[in-house]
């Protein structure tokens, strides 16, 4: 843009300032620095025709007006309103290139655009808007939120709902020769810029009027977020001179966006559990609750038998109780495959793995009491893969080395469970089978049998210490 279309356009908006509708200055708030050559025209994605902006403002105005097909506006002027319009009771508006039939134009530096942006501004040199659309009540939070929760055998409510309403700003510019809509750039209530992404999803693109009563901005806030907004402004032109300032906006728009905090609590028997929200409104969704002890998150709650709350995915029964509890605290039994309490099982030496204590039964050979699938033709797994090892073998060592009369035997087999050392020694007439505690080295088995012959025979008490000396 050429610095003799800025000039242009300045002596346009002067013109505009001392037009004859007793003009307050759109934006008390705004620094009214004098203009200088570097003032520049921002550039936003988010633009419109002025006609659609002035279509809008008598939307917002509340004027009683009327459209027919071809696009002509008929407003039907307030009593008060009429002098300003040498007594008429209404006008006649359009958009195509000449009035035509109409009284007059939608054009932004036309009477009737310069009289729509003053009323728009009439009380305190803002309009007040909100996007169009957003959750307004806490009965349309609930509307948003309850569907997506179940609770089993209880309830849930709300047990805390704040909105509460927070000032984004849009400032809207006039446009340029070249490309005459006006454009809009959306301040942030902390005065940052507002991402493209986040205008669209927080409907700053769709405002309607704040109603009544409007949110109350105190001055100071409002002119703090009217020059951020002219520095934003500024940044979005195309010109790269950091020192750049935008032209003064059209309009400035308060747009009241409303930011929600709450609660929900969920209910089974005497237990609570809660899930606490927040952000804007209207971005509002559902999140799962995330259970405690089972950490899985979900939006369906449920109770065990004895009240704790959590994730209804994670609930199991107990196929020996009956008892309803968390999937986690079952155990798998090794032998039924069955879904069981731990205290219904023991843990066999053997596999390590658990099973129902009524699936248990001794060894014939360690004597241990084994997982029965570990048993085969009444041995466990570890009697029937007695391993040959050596004397020097550490483990073997040290089961000698407690009970030094092992040594007289060679040709030694061993094999060992989570609690015991089982080990077998083959002498020229006579076998010796030995089962020692791994902890304690204390001689839980002490048989002997014939040389080919698996028919062990226990040892007597004075035999045993003969043999163990
Ligand atoms: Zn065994």
């Not at 009214?32 to 633009?47: C, E, F, I, K, Q």
């Not at 307030?78 to 290139?97: L, V």
């Not at 009439?122 to 609930?142: F, K, L, M, T, Y």
Request: overall charge negative; proline content about 6%; charged content about 25%.
């Amino acid at each position: 843009m050429g610095g003799q279309w800025r000039a242009l356009h300045l002596a346009r908006l002067t013109c505009l300032a001392s037009a004859g509708f007793h003009p307050r200055p759109c934006h008390p708030a705004v620094d009214s620095s004098p203009p200088s050559a570097d003032l520049v025209v921002p550039d936003s994605p988010h633009r419109e025709s002025a006609e659609s902006l002035l279509r809008w403002a008598i939307g917002v105005l509340d004027l009683d007006a009327e459209t027919d097909d071809q696009g002509h506006v008929t407003i039907r002027l307030p009593e008060k309103d009429r002098p300003a319009w040498n007594g008429k009771d209404e006008i006649t508006a359009t958009d195509s290139g000449s009035a035509g039939n109409a009284d007059e134009l939608l054009t932004l530096d036309g009477p009737l655009g310069r009289w729509l942006l003053e009323k728009l501004v009439a009380s305190d040199g803002v309009v007040h808007a909100r996007p169009s659309g957003q959750p307004i009540s806490v009965g349309d939070v609930s509307t948003r939120l309850f569907p997506a929760y179940s609770v089993d055998n209880g309830q849930f409510h709300l047990a805390g709902c704040q909105l509460t309403d927070h000032p984004f700003l849009r400032l809207t510019f006039a446009g340029t020769e070249e490309d005459p809509n006006v454009r809009h750039v959306f301040v942030a209530p902390d005065g940052s810029t507002v991402s493209d992404e986040l205008v669209a999803r927080l409907g700053l693109d769709r405002l309607e009027p704040a109603g009544k009563p409007t949110p109350r901005i105190d001055e100071a806030a409002l002119r703090s977020l009217a020059g951020a907004g002219r520095r934003i402004a500024a940044k979005n032109s195309t010109v790269r001179d950091p020192a750049a300032q935008s032209t003064e906006p059209l309009l400035t728009a308060v747009v009241w966006v409303r930011h929600v905090d709450g609660r929900l609590q969920f209910e089974i028997g005497e237990n609570s559990e809660e899930l606490a929200f927040s952000g804007w409104a209207r971005l509002l969704e559902p999140k799962p609750w995330k259970a405690r002890r089972s950490g899985r998150e979900t939006f369906h709650l449920a109770a065990t038998d004895d009240g704790a709350i959590d994730a209804a995915e994670e609930m199991a029964v107990c196929q020996q109780s009956g008892r309803r509890v968390l999937r986690q605290d079952l155990v798998t039994c090794s032998v039924t495959e069955q879904q069981v309490l731990p205290e219904f099982t023991e843990k066999c030496p053997v596999t390590g793995r658990p099973a129902l204590r009524s699936e248990f039964s001794a060894c014939e050979q360690c004597r241990q009491r084994v997982s029965r699938s570990n048993l085969q033709g009444g041995l466990c797994q570890a009697c029937r893969e007695l391993a040959p090892v050596r004397k020097d073998d550490p483990r073997l060592a040290w089961v000698m080395g407690e009970h030094r009369g092992l040594e007289r035997w060679n040709r030694w087999r061993l094999a060992e469970t989570e609690t015991v050392y089982i080990a077998r020694a083959d002498g020229l007439l006579k076998r010796l089978l030995v089962v020692v505690d791994k902890e304690s080295l204390a001689v839980r088995r002490l048989a002997t049998a014939g040389r080919f012959s698996s028919d062990w025979v226990d040892v007597t008490p004075t035999q045993q210490s003969e043999l163990l000396r």
